[in-house]
């Protein structure tokens, strides 16, 4: 990933809690103390600088609204498409995002070799499910053999899903992708049913965790989240009909929370002008109306939330909208650590989702403060500039 050399003068910057005026240093592609020799200057004043933003649920892969054809069209239309997808979400200002179902190596070295524009890129390869669970893409009626696919890998007992763990960290994985319940855009799980026996799930996080990795679970319902948690389970994506009681067991474990508040809101919006079939619709409905109190629930039991859109096909150019409403769920300020500082935590990775010496010299420069206008944070007008790795964004 090419790397460069910048100075932003005169903006504030954002230091986790507020902001407070001072000049940033991007030395190789890293903030650094002093800058470099003769290094270009942007000039910042009247600007509010925060940290490259994180999207902690991106599927590149997604690029259908019927399950089937995301998992089983050609693997080279899928790649190409997302390259694009990525390339739009970094132009909005995520310049870090994590693939959870989907991605693979090939698409990770051609992002490492600068082949495209792209956020810094975490992917996790086909997430795992059960025989008819949420990564499972046949009807009930359908009389077909469904494996695996590009975004899902159906994969059932200890033996076979620690063979397929230890598969995907071979080939580069970041972590773990598991349906630990039913979910929207799959058509025979019950939405709130967990998934996988607790074998199954403790075999998982066993290989995870020996290889310094963790594994995120889609789950939906407070029985799932519990199955989840109570079996190591690092990551909550979705979470909509949690409990307080739940949160707080969420809190104890050290669990994440990353809300994926976009994906609900579009799928209403847009699902049925775009094809989405009714038993998606009809499951959406189910869960988009508790997003956001799930979001209130685990930040008031001290749960650390993240942020994910989770956004498939066409509806991907709603990745901003996502943070209108996580905004409208826990404010401007919770929000923005939700999307640089928490899901960094959540990665792992020291370098990203601040703007301290030695992180990543990614950012993005506001022309309002997000603070007093946090409309700044989803209006794409409202980004001067959009900086990877010391680079401006194109």
């Given amino acids: ?167 995907r960290l071979r080939t580069g994985a970041h972590a773990i992708k598991v349906m630990t319940s039913g979910g929207v855009f799959s058509l025979t799980d ?13 075999a998982v996080v066993e290989e995870a965790r020996r290889r310094g990795s963790y594994v995120a679970a889609h789950a939906y319902s407070s029985e799932a989240v519990r199955h989840s948690i109570e079996n190591g389970v690092r990551s909550i994506e979705h979470g909509n009909l949690i409990d307080a009681q739940t949160a707080a067991l969420m809190a104890e474990a050290g669990a994440f929370l990353v809300p994926t508040l ?39 039991a001290g749960v650390q939330v993240g942020f994910g859109t989770d956004l498939m096909g066409d509806l991907e150019d709603d990745q901003l909208c996502g943070v209108r409403l996580q905004v409208e769920a826990s404010g401007a300020a919770a929000t923005l650590r939700s999307m640089t500082a928490v899901n960094a935590a959540l990665i792992g990775d020291p370098a990203i989702g601040h703007l301290g010496v030695g992180a990543h010299g990614d950012a993005v420069l506001l022309t309002a403060d997000p603070l007093a206008e946090p409309s700044a944070l989803w209006e794409q007008d409202a980004r001067a500039a959009v900086i990877l790795g010391g680079v401006a964004v194109d």
């Avoid at 019950?190 to 403790?202: F, N």
């Fill in 190 to 202: 019950p939405i709130r049913i967990p998934q996988y026996s607790p074998e199954e799930l403790r």
């Fill in 1 to 167: 990933m090419r790397t460069d050399s910048l100075t932003i003068t005169g903006a504030q910057v954002w230091d986790g809690s507020g902001f407070a005026a001072r000049d940033v240093h991007i030395v190789d592609g890293r903030i650094a103390e002093h800058p470099a020799d003769a290094t270009p200057t942007v000039d910042g004043s009247g600007r509010w600088l925060i940290p490259g933003l994180i999207d902690a649920h991106f599927h590149a892969y997604a690029t259908s609204m019927d399950g089937l054809e995301n998992e089983r069209g050609p693997l080279s239309y899928t790649a190409i498409n997302g390259t694009l997808r990525l390339g739009k979400a970094l132009r909005r200002g995520f310049t870090t995002v994590r693939d959870v179902a989907g991605g693979d190596i090939g698409l990770a070295r051609a992002i490492d070799a600068g082949l495209f524009p792209s956020p810094r890129y975490h992917f996790t390869g086909p997430a795992l499910s059960q025989t008819g669970g949420h990564g499972d893409a046949r009807s009930a009626h359908v009389d077909i053999c469904f494996s695996h696919g590009h975004m899902c890998e159906v994969v059932d007992g200890v033996d076979a899903l620690r063979v397929a763990v230890r598969e």
């Fill in 262 to 300: 976009a994906a609900y809101d579009a799928m209403d919006r847009r699902g049925a002008e775009i094809g989405l079939n009714a038993i998606s619709l009809a499951k959406n409905s189910e869960v988009l109306s508790q997003g956001q109190e799930a979001v209130r629930l685990a930040h008031a």
